[in-house]
């Protein structure tokens, strides 16, 4: 079983940027897919970035494309969000999952905790 931790949500002012980590508990994301997900209030969980640990490819959901980055760090086994360009509406809690597909990012196996991104007008 893999254990998600992340790190690195907080409130920013709209325009502004914030970096999210993920990493895994005792163990390595080699071999892994290593997705984010949001959560707004009163919405459904909705997949934003995967990278693949073994290849580097990565996918990016439309309302993102050009404001975010995904990233993998092999020498710190850690994953990395970039958020650039922050909306209001990227307001929602950020989770880090993990499997060993790239399929559908909703369904990944493991689940981090989340951290809280909050965007101000």
């Known amino acids: 079983e893999v254990q998600l931790v992340e790190s690195g949500g907080g409130l920013v002012q709209a325009g502004g940027s914030l970096r999210l980590s993920c990493a895994p508990s005792?163990?390595?994301?080699?071999?892994?897919?290593i997705g984010w997900l949001c959560q707004a209030p009163g919405k459904e969980r909705e997949g934003v970035s995967c990278?693949?640990?073994?290849?580097?490819?990565?996918y990016y959901a439309d309302s993102v494309k050009g404001r975010f980055t995904i990233s993998y760090d092999n020498t710190k086994n850690t994953v990395y969000l970039r958020m650039n360009s922050l909306e209001p509406e990227d307001t929602a809690v950020y989770y880090c999952?993990?499997?060993?597909?790239?399929?559908?990012?909703?369904?990944?196996?493991?689940w981090g905790q989340g951290t809280q991104v909050t965007v101000s007008s």
């Open positions: 999952a993990a499997d060993q597909a790239m399929g559908v990012i909703e369904l990944y196996d493991y």
């Open positions: 005792g163990s390595t994301f080699a071999g892994y897919v």
């Open positions: 990278i693949s640990a073994n290849d580097g490819s990565t």
